[in-house]
């Protein structure tokens, strides 16, 4: 609320604020996180320089923070992100299990990072999301995207709906791996309270209910037979519970957008 009038990088009329500001967005996160593991030059680079497994709740967060940070910020929001970003990204760098160098830099390897994150809250949104999208509007959340992949050197970046996916799945890096195998158990099994875990399992089945079928082969993963029932029945349940994304309605209000009524029931924070 310190840049009263920015739009942000994406704006009020952009269809990325409204996907990402669904709970269906859940969905898509850990979608994504099994997606960008069946890559092993990409998971290698997790597996060598993250701290998932001693702060998965933290590692979670961060993410979670500059997806917000790229979707709703005000500009010196998002470019305060992607620098933070693209630091650690300078440190990121290594050799896979199958003996191919890697850097978080390299225009590929950000791509697969970004796509599979982009296509997994779109497929998300298109599976559980509670604002029903058109083709076109599909395209325009992909185009959208763009410009935050840009920001981080990915290349290439497919600008249609139908090109994103169909990238996703021919993509021909993709194998299993020992990195994968250990990033796919954590988040399939990851060490949550059990006043959280029901829940999750309920996402997480949704989340692999969307997953192509050659990536999910690559996974080691099989399709949950109750996997979109239960991601029906869990983000139903967030959705009256939470509404719409709190920040989502106070970047309407920064950006002197109008904000419909009754799309968020959180108590308001602006002052």
Same mark, same amino acid.
């Given at each position: 609320?310190?840049?009263?009038?920015? #739009?942000?990088?994406?704006?009020?009329?952009?269809?990325?604020? &409204?996907?990402?500001?669904?709970?269906?967005?859940?969905?898509?996160?850990?979608?994504?996180?099994?997606?960008?593991?069946?890559?092993?030059?990409?998971?290698?680079?997790?597996?060598?320089?993250?701290?998932?497994?001693?702060?998965?709740?933290?590692?979670?967060?961060?993410?979670?923070?500059?997806?917000?940070?790229?979707?709703?910020? *005000?500009?010196?929001?998002?470019?305060? @992100?992607?620098?933070?970003?693209?630091?650690?990204?300078?440190?990121?760098?290594?050799?896979?299990?199958?003996?191919?160098?890697?850097?978080?830099?390299?225009? #590929?390897?950000?791509?697969?990072?970004?796509?599979?994150? %982009?296509?997994?809250?779109?497929?998300?949104?298109?599976?559980?999301?509670?604002?029903?999208?058109?083709?076109?509007?599909?395209?325009?959340?992909?185009?959208?995207?763009?410009?935050?992949?840009?920001?981080?050197?990915?290349? #290439?970046?497919?600008?249609?709906?139908?090109?994103?996916?169909?990238?996703?799945?021919?993509?021909?890096?993709?194998?299993?791996?020992?990195?994968?195998?250990?990033?796919?158990?954590?988040?399939?099994?990851?060490?949550?309270?059990?006043?959280?875990?029901?829940?999750?399992?309920?996402?997480?089945?949704?989340?692999?209910?969307?997953? #192509?079928?050659?990536?999910?082969? %690559?996974?080691?993963?099989?399709?949950?037979?109750?996997?979109?029932?239960?991601?029906? &029945?869990?983000? *139903?349940?967030?959705?009256?519970?939470?509404?719409?994304?709190? &920040?989502?309605?106070?970047?309407?209000?920064?950006?002197?957008?109008?904000?419909?009524?009754?799309?968020?029931?959180?108590?308001?924070?602006? @002052?």
């Amino acid at each position: 609320m310190d840049h009263a009038g920015d #739009p942000g990088l994406l704006g009020p009329d952009s269809v990325s604020w &409204t996907v990402i500001g669904d709970v269906a967005a859940f969905i898509g996160g850990i979608r994504g996180l099994l997606v960008q593991a069946a890559h092993p030059e990409v998971v290698a680079g997790v597996g060598d320089h993250s701290r998932y497994r001693d702060d998965p709740l933290g590692r979670l967060s961060r993410t979670s923070a500059y997806v917000t940070a790229t979707t709703y910020g *005000a500009m010196a929001e998002v470019e305060a @992100a992607v620098q933070k970003v693209n630091d650690i990204h300078r440190h990121v760098r290594g050799v896979s299990s199958r003996g191919i160098p890697y850097s978080a830099e390299d225009p #590929p390897f950000a791509a697969w990072v970004h796509n599979a994150l %982009t296509d997994s809250f779109l497929t998300a949104h298109l599976a559980f999301g509670g604002i029903e999208l058109s083709a076109s509007e599909a395209d325009r959340f992909v185009s959208e995207q763009q410009r935050v992949g840009s920001l981080l050197g990915a290349d #290439p970046m497919p600008d249609r709906a139908s090109m994103l996916s169909a990238w996703i799945e021919g993509h021909p890096g993709l194998a299993t791996s020992p990195e994968m195998r250990d990033a796919v158990a954590f988040i399939i099994n990851p060490p949550l309270d059990a006043s959280i875990k029901t829940g999750y399992v309920l996402l997480r089945d949704a989340a692999m209910s969307t997953i #192509p079928d050659r990536v999910l082969q %690559t996974l080691e993963l099989e399709r949950p037979r109750l996997g979109h029932f239960a991601g029906k &029945t869990a983000i *139903a349940g967030l959705r009256w519970a939470l509404g719409y994304s709190p &920040t989502w309605e106070l970047a309407l209000h920064r950006s002197g957008a109008e904000v419909p009524e009754g799309l968020f029931t959180q108590p308001s924070r602006v @002052a």
